[in-house]
């Protein structure tokens, strides 16, 4: 069964770090289009970029320097690590895998991050 | 990046078609064939129901379609269910390799 599962999420102080990982079963993350979104209580979903089959990352204005995605391969993982902290990065954050050629996308359950002191 | 721009709320009765509406602009929506829908149920993860403006993913209802012109693309639910009662996020290629989704829509089936 394809399925992407996130772990890593909880509390973090201001100002702190924390890694997100989003980990693959049923295909490989290196041939899969995987993506980071996230969303706050009752709001919006925002997207924080992708990683893609040669390994390049963007993300948007809202995260950028603060906010980086990788993946490892030998583990077929993907990762959002997540620095300098803001009360407003408080939300669940999902993991998503898009095949191109199914035309087939799957999305995690998703991992809860709070940023409190 | 600017959100997209939906409705807030949408309603119909089961049996009727609704459309949803999403507007960006020529950066956005208007630059490229990628705007993509989802489906989100309370406590629910989203569910892609239309990729690449309007294509539809197997095992997706054809109730579900979707279409764009300019800079604003469209949602079209027909035979509206109780199930189909959700949030409906619009998401599309904005530009230098990024992404940017809507602000949502709540549908009331009534």
């Known amino acids: 069964e394809v399925q992407v599962v996130e772990s890593g999420g909880g509390l973090v102080q201001p100002g702190g770090s924390l890694k997100l990982s989003c980990a693959a079963s049923?295909?490989?993350?290196?041939?899969?289009?995987m993506s980071w979104v996230r969303q706050a209580s009752g709001k919006g979903l925002e997207w924080l970029g992708p990683i893609g089959g040669n390994a390049n990352t963007v993300h948007p204005e809202s995260v950028k320097g603060r906010f980086t995605i990788s993946r490892d391969d030998s583990k077929n993982t993907a990762f959002l690590q997540m620095n300098s902290l803001e009360i407003e990065d408080t939300a669940v954050y999902y993991c998503?895998?898009?095949?191109?050629?199914?035309?087939?996308?799957?999305w995690g359950k998703g991992t809860t991050v709070i940023v409190s002191s | 990046q600017s959100t997209l721009t939906q409705p807030a709320s949408v309603s119909g009765s089961p049996g009727q078609s609704i459309t949803i509406s999403c507007t960006g602009t020529g950066s956005d929506i208007g630059a490229a064939e990628s705007v993509s829908w989802y489906q989100q149920h309370p406590g629910k993860a989203p569910k892609l129901i239309i990729y690449h403006v309007s294509g539809r993913p197997s095992g997706v209802s054809a109730r579900f379609s979707g279409s764009k012109s300019g800079s604003t693309a469209s949602l079209t639910i027909s035979g509206l269910q109780a199930a189909d009662e959700a949030d409906y996020y619009c998401n599309s290629y904005a530009g230098s390799d990024t992404r940017v989704f809507g602000g949502g829509t709540k549908l009331t089936v009534l």
């Open positions: 998503t895998a898009w095949f191109e050629d199914l035309k087939m996308e799957v």
């Open positions: 049923g295909f490989t993350v290196s041939g899969a289009g």
